[in-house]
């Protein structure tokens, strides 16, 4: 599995978020885990409690074509080489169609970069350290019951609650899009702490309350903290580059 593009920007921009490891390398680790003990798994996501955003990585080729040999040695889908157009065209394109004897819909292909359109099931496991949830762990899978006796083994892959499990609860891999917000979250919350240390340093105060300054210009102004934070810090960056 690899990260999906915003989740590898967070990680490299606005990093690190684990101590003495490289993220990107223990997700990836896991995923491979994942992936001995749930071949149909096609993504998952990580979310962290302490900032607030989400880390997803889903299936890559290699992997949709292990998911391909599995479901071929299952007994489906068939492939079927696709009619010449009425053009005359030489060449037949293969194509998969799903074989007649099997349910409708009971195998999904999963084209590349994308794990969402064949969700089937889902798992999702709280993270606890010491009774308080620090974090959860959504996985989604392309067959109904690829995760069914397995919560225990997932679960020890990324240190989650097993007696915590939900399955099916979000078979839109919704936290896909969660985590496609990782970067403008991590940067409008670097962008609020740059302002704040600005207004801070600048009248004398604690970060407390030159947040409350920060907040109430704001409010009087009538625009986002994002969007006010956002330009304090372009100015900052002009009056350095000057």
Request: hydrophobic share 45%; aromatic share 6%.
């Amino acid at each position: 599995m690899e990260p999906i593009p915003e989740t590898r920007e967070a990680i490299d921009e606005f990093g690190p978020f684990a101590e003495d490891t490289d993220l990107l390398d223990e997700l990836r680790a896991k995923g491979e885990r994942v992936l001995a003990l749930v071949p149909e798994c096609v993504g998952f996501s990580l979310a962290q409690a302490a900032n607030g955003v989400s880390f997803t990585l889903v299936a890559t080729d290699e992997d949709v074509a292990v998911l391909d040999a599995l479901q071929y040695l299952d007994g489906g889908p068939c492939v079927a080489a696709a009619q010449a157009d009425q053009a005359g065209q030489a060449d037949q394109a293969l194509e998969y169609r799903p074989c007649p004897e099997l349910d409708e819909g009971e195998w999904q292909l999963f084209s590349q970069g994308t794990a969402a359109a064949g969700v089937r099931s889902s798992l999702s496991l709280p993270i606890l350290v010491d009774g308080t949830a620090v974090g959860s762990v959504n996985l989604y899978a392309s067959s109904d019951d690829a995760f069914t006796g397995r919560h225990v083994q997932v679960a020890a892959v990324f240190d989650a609650w097993a007696p915590g499990a939900v399955t099916n609860a979000d078979l839109s891999f919704s936290t896909r899009r969660i985590a496609e917000q990782a970067p403008r979250i991590l940067r409008r919350d670097l962008h609020l702490e740059i302002a704040t240390g600005m207004i801070a340093a600048r009248e004398g105060l604690d970060r407390d309350s030159a947040l409350e300054r920060f907040r109430e210009a704001a409010r009087r102004a009538g625009v986002s903290e994002g969007r006010l934070a956002d330009a304090m810090v372009a100015i900052r960056r002009m009056q350095q580059s000057e």
